[in-house]
C-alpha cells in the first residue's frame, strides 16, 4: 500500500532531552511537510521539503530541525530549545509544489508528550 | 493577518439529514481551498477542493460551495452517516505549498 508513516504512534520523553520523529513516505513525492496541532487550533506548519536535501522554515521552525538525505525520508527533531514540545505531529507529503502541491497527503501523526 | 475561521466548533446532526459546515477566510488573494477531514487520533485526508474561480463543487455525497463575495466557504455532507462523525477542516491556499489551515468542526452524528 502507498503512503506516508510515521512512528512512534505516541512518545514520551523528559524535558531536555531532544527526539526525532520519523516520516517515510512511498508515494513518490517531491515535497513534505511538518505540521504541529494543538487542541482547539488548525494545522502550523514547522517545515518544508521542496527536494531533497533542501528544506525551508515554516511558521513556527524554532526549537525545529529537519533533514532530507533521502526523497522518502523528512525525519523531524524536537530539541530542547522548544519551549512547548507537547503536541501532536503530522507530516505530509505531496506530488509537487506548485498547484499539486495543495492535496496533501497526511500520516497517522505522531504525539509526542514532554515532561 | 492571514486567517481561516469556522463559524461554530461542534455541530450534531441526525444520521440521514444534511450537514453543512461553514468557513471564513480573510485573504482575498487565495486561489484555492480545501476540505479536510480528520478522525480521532489520524491524520487529515482530503475531501474535496475548489479552485477561487469557481462557486460550486461536487463530489461524492459532499458539496462545496464558495461565495468569494462574503469569503465564506461551506461543506455539504448528504445524507450524514455515523462514519462522516470528525473533525472537518477548511484551509486555504495561495501560490505552491503555503496552506493554512483553520481550527476545525467537529461533526458528531447521532443515530
Known amino acids: 500500500d502507498g503512503g506516508i508513516t510515521q512512528s512512534p504512534k505516541y512518545l514520551f520523553r523528559k524535558e531536555g532531552q531532544n527526539v526525532t520523529l520519523s516520516c517515510e513516505q512511498n508515494l513518490n513525492h517531491d515535497a513534505m511537510y511538518w505540521y504541529r496541532q494543538d487542541p482547539g487550533q488548525g494545522l502550523r506548519l514547522i517545515y518544508y521539503?521542496?527536494?531533497?536535501?533542501?528544506?525551508q522554515k515554516g511558521d513556527i521552525a524554532e526549537g525545529y530541525s529537519v533533514s532530507r538525505e533521502k526523497k522518502e525520508s523528512f525525519p523531524l527533531t524536537v530539541t530542547s530549545a522548544q519551549k512547548n514540545p507537547t503536541a501532536f505531529y503530522l507530516c505530509?507529503?505531496?506530488?509537487?509544489?506548485?498547484?499539486?502541491?495543495?492535496?496533501?497527503?497526511f500520516g497517522p501523526g505522531t504525539r509526542l508528550t514532554v515532561t | 493577518g492571514e486567517s481561516v475561521g469556522l463559524h461554530l466548533p461542534t455541530l450534531s446532526v441526525q444520521e440521514g439529514d444534511n450537514s453543512i459546515i461553514n468557513c471564513a477566510y480573510s485573504?482575498?488573494?487565495?486561489?484555492?481551498f480545501i476540505w479536510y477531514k480528520q478522525e480521532s487520533g489520524k491524520g487529515p485526508q482530503f475531501i474535496i477542493d475548489?479552485?477561487?474561480?469557481?462557486d460550486k463543487r461536487q463530489g461524492q455525497r459532499v458539496t462545496v460551495l464558495l461565495n468569494k463575495t462574503v469569503k465564506h466557504l461551506s461543506l455539504q455532507i448528504a445524507a450524514t452517516q455515523p462514519g462522516d462523525s470528525a473533525v472537518y477542516f477548511c484551509?486555504?491556499?495561495?501560490?505552491?505549498?503555503?496552506?493554512?489551515f483553520g481550527a476545525g468542526t467537529r461533526l458528531f452524528v447521532k443515530a
Open positions: 505530509a507529503s505531496s506530488i509537487a509544489l506548485g498547484t499539486s502541491a495543495y492535496e496533501q497527503y
Open positions: 475548489i479552485r477561487s474561480n469557481m
Open positions: 521539503s521542496q527536494i531533497v536535501n533542501d528544506f
Open positions: 484551509a486555504e491556499a495561495t501560490g505552491g505549498f503555503k496552506t493554512i
Open positions: 485573504n482575498s488573494a487565495s486561489d484555492y
